[in-house]
């Protein structure tokens, strides 16, 4: 990913790197593990009254995610793990798309890279080697350029329809942080 970074501008790198890395999250809680990990698993528990996320949370990892009929298709989710710590349990993992979206992400940009690249070398090469006039070079160049544009608008779509969807991260950071936060006796 580093070499990447070198080869976009930041904002789009940030971007590149939360569909591929994910977007990390961290929460300290006051209750010690075991009863830290049961409250995650209410989570997963269907109720009328609330709404539920769906996953498994387990003492190895934990997944959730919220159940979508359609929305945006990157199935954003939270993977992560429950460790001790001295104040109580910290859990640490990162919000993701799924491998599928991630992939789909993947081939895509490799398409818009082709079209771009391609089509302004071989648009330059319209516009030096065979123009008849400077004029027409100018045409050329001006078209590349819309065309560019429209090509990275594309490229820019497809990754931000890869990355976590903002309104799952936060519906879900917000149900975990509530969980690990209350004490139930």
Partial sequence: ??????????????LLSKVFDGEQFDVQSPLP???????????????????????????????LRIPHVFMRGNGTRFRGRLLTSDEGSLLVGSFISSAYSRFITAIVLVMVGVMLFGGLLGGLYQAVAQASSLL??????????????????????????????????????????????????
């Fill in 33 to 63: 593990c075991a009863q830290a990990l049961a409250q995650l698993q209410m989570l997963t528990e269907w109720r009328s009254d609330k709404s539920s996320l769906m996953g498994s949370v387990n003492t190895d990892t934990i997944e």
């Fill in 1 to 14: 990913m580093k070499v990447l970074t070198l080869l976009v501008p930041n904002g789009a790198a940030r």
């Fill in 136 to 185: 027409n070079a100018l045409t050329v160049i001006g078209f590349l350029l819309v065309w560019g544009a429209g090509v990275c608008l594309m490229g820019w779509l497809v990754v931000w329809n890869g990355a976590p969807a903002r309104k799952d991260v936060l519906v879900i950071s917000t149900a975990i942080r509530h969980a690990l936060q209350e004490r139930r006796t």
